[in-house]
């Protein structure tokens, strides 16, 4: 049945995805299809499988994309190096079982709390990150996003990160690993010239690193959030609001009830904060500042995530990249336009 499923996929040519060679690009799922000529996440990762020559070490928290799981299978057997982590509770299925059955090594947490990480780093001089997951959902259904940049030294905060897992089998660690990592951890790179940020939860504080963030917006903040529980930022946007700040933010929907979600309390505060039309999920884990700074990745604004979980952000300051995601966030936003 595999074999037969495999073979039918590998019919598919992958040689017509082409990532552009520049240090970054911007992608985002297109739920509605109505984006003709976008490349979204899967197409972007489909494409940089194609190209890979040397390495893929990929951490996702969820991995059964038949496309995505071909592209590796083909991959491993011209000789790249695949290596993969993954959550435990979804070490299963056909995509699984497809790519131990083709040799390749997948490691998984075994943790009650999640590897929720999405991130590949690729010829240890590209990484892929944002809040899709390489599923079918997140790749047609969901409303998602997806950087890539073209770095050797952020390659490299990556890879170390991935190996922790990968190789020492360490999730859910509260502080960096070995001796006097963390002084010795690099957490930033500069890209062509843009300032770039990379964090790691649970050991890096996420949380306090977005609250000093938002401390420092000096025009707007705008959101978009699959989950936002986090009492702490809530308060502090709520604050900010009412300072003058512009904000605005999207919810998920199907949250928005639950007991820890910000988004009854923003409403009462007079934060302009809408819910997604997306009739499955918006996805976004995504903060805007100041028309030039961006932090997307896995992180959702909660305790978990903060915690618990194994997160990366990956803060960007860069006023074009900024206003790929504020074209993004216009596009999902129902309420009056109140953005730059």
Do not use: Q
């Amino acid at each position: 049945m595999h074999k037969a499923i495999l073979a039918f996929l590998l019919v598919l040519s992958f040689s017509t995805i082409t990532i552009p060679a520049g240090n970054w690009e911007v992608y985002f799922t297109d739920p509605g299809g109505t984006c003709s000529g976008c490349t979204t996440p899967e197409d972007a990762l489909a494409g940089l499988l194609a190209d890979c020559r040397s390495s893929f070490y990929g951490a996702f928290y969820d991995i059964s994309a038949m496309r995505i799981i071909t592209a590796l299978i083909e991959a491993h057997r011209r000789g790249v190096d695949v290596k993969l982590v993954t959550d435990d509770e979804n070490f299963s299925g056909p995509g699984i079982t497809m790519l131990l059955d083709a040799g390749i090594a997948v490691v998984t947490d075994e943790s009650p709390s999640l590897m929720h990480n999405k991130f590949a780093v690729i010829d240890r001089e590209t990484i892929f990150t944002g809040s899709y997951n390489t599923t079918d959902n997140c790749g047609h259904k969901n409303n998602n996003n997806a950087v890539m940049f073209r770095s050797v030294e952020l390659a490299e905060i990556y890879l170390v990160e991935f190996e922790e897992m990968f190789e020492g089998r360490i999730f859910g660690n509260k502080r960096e690993t070995g001796p006097f990592a963390e002084l010795t951890r690099e957490y930033y790179a500069d890209v062509n010239g843009i300032d770039v940020n990379v964090y790691f939860a649970p050991e890096n504080n996420v949380e306090r690193i977005i609250l000093n963030r938002i401390r420092k917006a000096k025009s707007s903040v705008y959101f978009m959030c699959f989950s936002f529980t986090s009492d702490d930022i809530g308060e502090l946007i709520i604050s900010r609001h009412k300072e003058g700040i512009k904000v605005a933010g999207i919810f998920e929907k199907k949250g928005i009830n639950n007991d820890y979600s910000e988004f009854t309390k923003m409403k009462i505060e007079g934060v302009p904060v809408e819910t997604d039309s997306n009739i499955h999920v918006m996805h976004h884990k995504v903060i805007i500042i100041d028309g030039y700074r961006v932090i997307t990745g896995s992180y959702n604004l909660s305790a978990n995530a903060n915690t618990k979980n194994d997160e990366n952000i990956i803060i960007i300051d860069s006023r074009e990249i900024a206003a790929l995601y504020m074209k993004e966030f216009a596009r999902l936003y129902k309420g009056k336009k109140i953005w730059e």
